[in-house]
Structures are given as structure tokens and as C-alpha cells.
């Protein structure tokens, strides 16, 4: 199967510091990737690499058979969504205005919407349950209901990878189980989603393949099972833990309970 995104020989710098180390990895289409590492060591840079928001020091990003960097900016778009960790909105815009806003790659300069794109919208805002919001400001949401609307402003955007950063930081319970099932139903539905997630069982819940990441370069790829051992958690996050098969999930979990010296 050809791999619908690939890093061949990444590399980036900031200042004499490398962040991301000649990164090679290939991704298929259709999965649920989660992004894992200890703080600082490139999960976000790594992003926005993918997403074409920084410029490689050496090595590219490759779309299938393209080369980001021959990509317009409205090409990578169609192609690739990027969520931010955090996104300001400080205008009181409507939640329908705001998804309306993931239209915008495939709109000519000052178009309008078309009837097209509003019930792409709608249909954005049912499948991440926040339809009876829609006339609401953005500015007078919970966290979680913002962190939702911009999941479906990612949507509306209909590109086929989704690039997350960390989008269920901060969030309660709720809206963890919420927003991940939702990244399920897309992978599901054949969207590539790679993002980036702090909670290891939360990523191990929910992800196909997990990309663990230790100094800028790829420790391990793979399942949950096999990139989740005691070995690699103490390799990449210096830390003693607990792996077991959860028999109610059938799913890999892990418990921290020492930091390495």
C-alpha cells in the first residue's frame, strides 16, 4: 500500500539545537496515530513540519507522490488539516461561523459560501454533537465545547490527513472520551489522523499505531502493545512503570510508579 504521508531524512534546527533528528517514517491511510514523547523532544515541531507551517533545515515532507514544498499553500491545505494546541478567537464569531471557516481552501478569494459548503457545516457540527450550538459566540463556550468546534471546523476542511496537536489537553473526562471517539469514527471512515497525546492509556485506548519520540528521533512504531513495554517507557520518559492488558478494554495500560535515576 502506497503510504499517504512520508518523511524521508527530516530535519530541523533551531539555532544549533536539532529537534527533529532525520526523521524517516512512512504512514499508511486510515489510521489513528498517537504522537507520544516526554515534554521538548518535537511533537509539536514535528506537526507543523507535516503540516508545511515550518520549513525543513534538511530532508521533506512527502504527500503521497508530492513533495510539500512544491505544494501551494491552498494545495497542502485541500490535503492537510493542522489543529493547534491552542487556537485564540477573541471576535465574536458564531460556532457556525467559526467551522465555516475550515471552507476556505476551497473557496476562490472573496467567494461566498455556497449551499454546498453550509451543509458540509452542518453535517461537521452533527457528527461532533455541537449542532444546537451553532448560534452561539465561540467566546462563550466551555473549553471543551471550543476544543469541539475546532475538531469540526477540522472537518469541514475535508482534507485527508489530520494533524492534532494535543487536542484533548485540559479537557475533563467527558470530552477526552468525546473528542478521541470522534478521531475514531474519522480513521474509521478513512481520514489519516496523526496527533499528538499526553495521556499514554488515553493514546493506547484509542490509537492504532503509537509514535514514540525520544531526543528528536523515532524510538518506536508500532501497536500499543508492543511500543507500550516497561523497557521502552523507562527509555523515553525515564520513568518506572506497570504495563498490563486491561481484560475489560483488551487494551494495553500502563502505571507509573518511579522515576528513574
Known amino acids: 500500500m502506497t503510504a499517504i504521508l512520508q518523511m524521508r531524512d527530516l530535519t530541523f534546527k533551531r539555532g544549533n539545537r536539532i529537534i527533529v533528528d532525520h526523521m524517516n517514517l512512512s504512514i499508511e491511510a486510515g489510521q489513528f496515530i498517537g504522537l ?19 520549513k525543513p533545515y534538511a530532508g521533506s515532507v512527502h504527500f ?17 488539516t493542522y489543529m493547534p494546541q491552542t487556537t485564540i478567537l477573541d471576535y465574536q464569531f458564531t ?8 471552507r476556505h481552501p476551497h ?3 472573496w467567494q461566498l459560501s455556497h449551499k454546498h459548503d453550509s451543509k458540509i457545516v452542518e453535517d461537521s457540527m452533527k457528527q461532533t454533537g455541537i449542532d444546537h450550538l451553532k448560534d452561539r459566540f465561540i467566546t462563550t463556550l466551555s473549553g471543551g465545547e471550543r476544543q ?4 469540526a471546523k477540522a472537518i469541514t476542511q475535508q482534507s485527508e490527513v489530520i494533524l492534532l496537536d494535543e487536542p484533548t489537553s ?5 470530552h477526552q472520551v468525546q473528542i478521541s471517539e470522534i478521531i475514531c469514527r474519522l480513521a474509521q471512515d478513512g481520514k ?8 499514554i492509556n488515553l493514546a493506547a485506548r484509542y490509537c492504532d499505531q503509537l509514535l514514540l519520540l525520544r531526543d528528536g528521533d523515532i524510538a518506536a512504531f508500532a501497536a500499543p ?3 507500550l513495554t516497561e523497557e521502552f517507557l523507562q527509555k523515553v520518559f525515564q520513568t518506572k512503570s506497570y504495563t498490563y492488558d486491561d481484560p475489560f478494554l483488551d487494551k494495553r495500560q500502563v502505571i507509573p510508579y518511579s522515576v528513574s535515576n
Open 107 to 109: 473557496r476562490k478569494k
Open 95 to 102: 460556532v457556525e461561523q467559526v467551522v465555516m471557516m475550515g
Open 170 to 174: 485540559d479537557l475533563d473526562i467527558y
Open 36 to 54: 507520544i514523547g516526554p515534554n521538548g523532544t518535537g511533537k509539536s515541531t514535528l506537526l507543523r513540519l507535516l503540516a508545511k507551517l515550518l
Open 225 to 227: 502493545t508492543e511500543a
Open 64 to 80: 503521497g507522490q508530492k513533495n510539500l514544498n512544491e505544494m501551494t499553500d491552498i494545495e497542502v491545505a485541500k490535503a492537510i
Open 192 to 199: 489519516t489522523v496523526l496527533a499528538a497525546i499526553h495521556d
Open 148 to 151: 469541539l468546534v475546532f475538531l
